[in-house]
């Protein structure tokens, strides 16, 4: 210690292998008089599914040796990766072709010890993830406790009834993810009596129109010419 009795700390920090992992606080400041303490305290987040090691190191004046150093070891185990959907299914009912459904969000919380990483989050055909309403990605981690939404859209190109799988590809044991994706297309057919016609100057011609609903299509429908 410094003649004073006081102890001057000049460092507080984690080195070693896992040292991301580790974090450290403390209401140390630069000097501890003397009789008194500080607490530094240490948090482990761990990223990976197996054990993780670092070294907490004080620098101090103790002995009347300044840069004099104390360290600690540091380990932990991480639980591994897992998480929760918040649903396995989403059914959006009928949706005219051409058109976008509005979103449905699957939530999905990361209830293990470690971060919870995607490399893939996809849907097929028919169906859609609307970006700017989705937090899960491929370039961002979910803390341990933490949760993401992905959002899904219905956007049929095709009558009938129509399904998909959105699939999510992460770093737990049991990936990928799957839920299942199920919507019902609406559209109709437009049969002319006759394909087509030379009409002369003032002259007039009348076609049979044949509309014909698919999917249960049921809806106005405009019709103009040009």
Do not use: H, W
């Amino acid at each position: 210690a410094a003649s004073s009795g006081s102890l001057t700390v000049s460092g507080i920090a984690i080195s070693g292998t896992n040292a991301a992992d580790f974090t450290q606080t403390n209401d140390c400041g630069s000097t501890v008089a003397s009789g008194a303490s500080c607490t530094i305290s240490v948090t482990f987040t761990p990223s990976v599914s197996a054990a993780e090691s670092a070294t907490l190191t004080v620098t101090d004046d103790s002995g009347g040796t300044a840069n004099s150093t104390q360290t600690v070891a540091l380990s932990g185990t991480g639980s591994g990766t897992t998480l929760s959907l918040s649903t396995t299914s989403l059914g959006f009912g009928t949706q005219a072709v051409g058109s976008q459904s509005a979103d449905q969000m699957v939530t999905v919380t990361n209830t293990g010890g470690a971060n919870l990483t995607f490399s893939g989050i996809n849907v097929g055909s028919n169906f859609t993830i609307d970006a700017a309403q989705t937090t899960c990605t491929t370039s961002a981690t979910v803390a341990p406790k933490g949760t993401c939404q992905v959002a899904v859209a219905f956007a049929p190109t095709a009558a009938g009834s129509l399904s998909g799988t959105l699939v999510l590809t992460d770093n737990t044991a049991s990936s990928p993810q799957s839920v299942a994706l199920s919507g019902g297309g609406q559209d109709f057919a437009l049969t002319p009596s006759t394909i087509g016609v030379t009409v002369g100057s003032a002259g007039y011609a009348t076609f049979a129109l044949q509309l014909s609903p698919e999917g249960g299509f049921n809806q106005t429908v405009r019709l103009g010419c040009s």
